[in-house]
């Protein structure tokens, strides 16, 4: 998967909402994608209401989640509404897989992506990433406030 | 800095003097949200179960629009030493969680109408809940229910082989 200090891999994805959100978009901000397995599925259901539970905090410290799955951006739409959420979620549908290719954390037998989060920093350089042993198990929304606080090097 | 700010990594913090806990046995903490049909299943799996059992709010809602404010309305039951009586009630029905349905739950277990009322509305309510919440969120809390058993966290309704260890 990708490391840290890396340059960030380039993506143009199409959000719930049909908007198109590239790399580009996130520079001058922390950004934090969050790539989980597919839409609908039970786990990532409180995986992304937990997260949502701590935007306030994330948004405090200057950071911005995006979820990210093989999942059409009509599929995404109603996973979204469905969730109560308003993490935006980008369709890394077409072709499929691309950007969790790019990141290094996609499933190819499976035909979807491993959970994993990725901090992309202001300057689009990869600052953390993070991949769960296993898609059943879900990162905590800790790791993400760990990785970025401002604290002395592990 | 590991201020009240933080909410990065941490333990479960132990056995407080205010948490609410009952039972005896290994030690079991449980976050839980009172929507949550999950931790009505989790509960009334390890209800009758020995252990100590310590109760933590986790409320998501996002996912569940009123668990905040039951978590607040329990908060309010515990000000009348009445915590456990309200949680197992909405464990018990999770239909009924309207503020009328609370208020005939208050009349059946004897809480003082009145008094749950200004609880539930206090500062104090919504602080201890949010302590609660986010001490989950530094232990790696992301489902409901979330518990804890020497420190490690399960998540979800406890299994056969978890509930056969804490059978004794």
């Known amino acids: ?8 891999p380039d993506f143009t994805l199409a959000d719930q909402d049909g908007d198109e959100v590239s790399l580009s978009h996130l520079k001058g901000q922390t950004s934090v994608l969050v790539f989980y397995p597919l839409d609908f599925s039970p786990v990532c259901t409180s995986q992304l209401n937990v997260y949502q539970e ?4 994330l948004a405090e410290r200057g950071a911005k989640l995006y979820g990210i799955s093989v999942d059409s951006a009509f599929a ?9 959420v308003s993490i935006p979620l980008l369709a890394d549908f077409n072709p499929k897989g691309e950007v969790a290719k790019a990141y290094g954390v996609y ?16 300057d689009l350089e990869v600052k953390w ?7 059943l198990e879900v990162p905590g929304a800790n790791l993400i406030f760990d990785a970025l606080e401002p604290v002395a090097p592990r | 800095m590991d201020g009240e700010e933080d909410l990065g990594s941490a333990g479960v913090p132990g056995v407080a003097d205010d948490d609410y806990v009952r039972g005896e046995g290994p030690l079991v903490v449980e976050y839980a949200d009172l929507e949550c049909p999950y931790c009505a299943k989790a509960h009334e799996l390890i209800r009758d179960l020995p252990i100590r059992r310590v109760f933590r709010h986790f409320p998501v809602v996002s996912k569940h629009p009123r668990s905040r404010l039951l978590a607040h309305a329990a908060e309010a039951a515990a000000r009348q030493d009445r915590f456990w009586d309200l949680h197992d009630s909405l464990m018990a029905d999770q239909a009924h969680l309207e503020d009328p349905h609370l ?12 008094r749950f009322e200004a609880d539930r509305r206090s500062t104090e309510a919504a602080e201890r809940v949010v302590r609660d919440f986010r001490a989950g969120i530094r232990a790696g809390v992301v489902t409901t229910p979330t518990l804890f058993v020497d420190g490690l966290a399960h998540p ?3 299994g056969p082989e978890l509930l056969a260890r804490l059978s004794g």
């Open chain 1, 1 to 8: 998967m990708i490391e840290s200090g890396t340059t960030a």
């Open chain 1, 107 to 122: 499933i190819e037998e499976r035909g979807h992506s491993e959970r994993a989060l990725v901090m992309i920093g202001p």
């Open chain 1, 54 to 57: 701590v935007l306030p905090e």
């Open chain 1, 129 to 135: 990433s993070y991949r769960a042993p296993t898609p």
């Open chain 1, 76 to 84: 995404h739409k109603a996973f979204q509404e469905s969730l109560g």
């Open chain 2, 103 to 114: 208020w005939a739950r208050c009349r059946e277990l004897g809480i003082d109408l009145e």
């Open chain 2, 156 to 158: 979800g309704v406890p």
